[in-house]
């Protein structure tokens, strides 16, 4: 990535970067789905530690909701970025949740959140047409950041690149599983080694805006997905490598 030179100037150039930011998460999932995720404590808390660890500047706020309707009532009344949601919802299949909140919300990501590949094998083949892409809960809450910054790095990565010269990751992994486990340690080892980089006689403010400028990192279930990046000149052209998992 290319450094401005004059400082002032640098501040307003990293300002320009990241501006589609996740603030508001919506969980639909049944009481004994939203029990086992917070098992070790509230969800917002255990977030709120995951992104301190990976010395990130804010948290997102987690609503939740346990029936479809709810979560309706919810897309309506609030500003919401993302929603997460199960497969176990009391009131409406998921299938039918997910249509229904792309017909009313079509820009909106829905991520499905798993426990195992078994509820993965129940989806049709035109998953696309509801949800966006599907974790796999490990019982490692770092699966919450990881999902909030891949949702916000496919956002951002298209003007990033053209405007900050930003750099990415592309990992083609088709096993929700595997990327779900190794997704959390690519965005902490490129977090990590982002701040190793910055200059140490920067004030806190200016290290945090100089975080915007870490890699994208870009997720592609196989290479006929991950084409079209290869195939954009801008991305190809900053990708610092991709990887995939054996």
Request: charged fraction near 25%; charge should be neutral; aromatic fraction near 12%.
């Amino acid at each position: 990535m290319k450094f401005p030179s004059n400082q002032n100037h640098s501040d307003g150039y990293f300002q320009d970067l990241m501006l589609h930011r996740i603030h508001d998460i919506l969980l639909v999932a049944s009481p004994y789905d939203a029990f086992i995720l917070e098992e070790d404590g509230r969800l917002t808390e255990q977030i709120l530690h995951e992104y301190l660890g990976m010395n990130l500047s804010y948290a997102p706020r987690v609503w939740q909701a346990n029936t479809a309707s709810y979560a309706m009532d919810l897309l309506s009344r609030r500003s919401v970025d993302l929603v997460i949601v199960m497969m176990r919802i009391s009131d409406m299949d998921l299938i039918t949740f997910g249509t229904q909140v792309k017909e009313l919300y079509k820009n909106k990501p829905i991520i499905l959140l798993a426990f195992d590949e078994s509820e993965i094998k129940q989806l049709p083949e035109d998953r696309d047409q509801f949800i966006d892409n599907v974790f796999v809960w490990t019982g490692n809450s770092s699966v919450f950041p990881a999902i909030i910054k891949y949702i916000e790095d496919s956002k951002n990565v298209k003007r990033d690149t053209r405007k900050g010269d930003v750099r990415s990751i592309i990992y083609i992994e088709d096993t929700p599983r595997y990327y779900s486990s190794i997704l959390p340690l690519i965005y902490k080892e490129t977090l990590f080694h982002t701040k190793q980089l910055i200059d140490k006689s920067l004030n806190n403010t200016q290290r945090l805006l100089h975080m915007r400028g870490r890699p994208k990192v870009l997720l592609a279930q196989d290479y006929e997905k991950a084409f079209p990046y290869k195939s954009k000149e801008e991305y190809w052209n900053n990708s610092s490598g991709y990887l995939q998992y054996k």
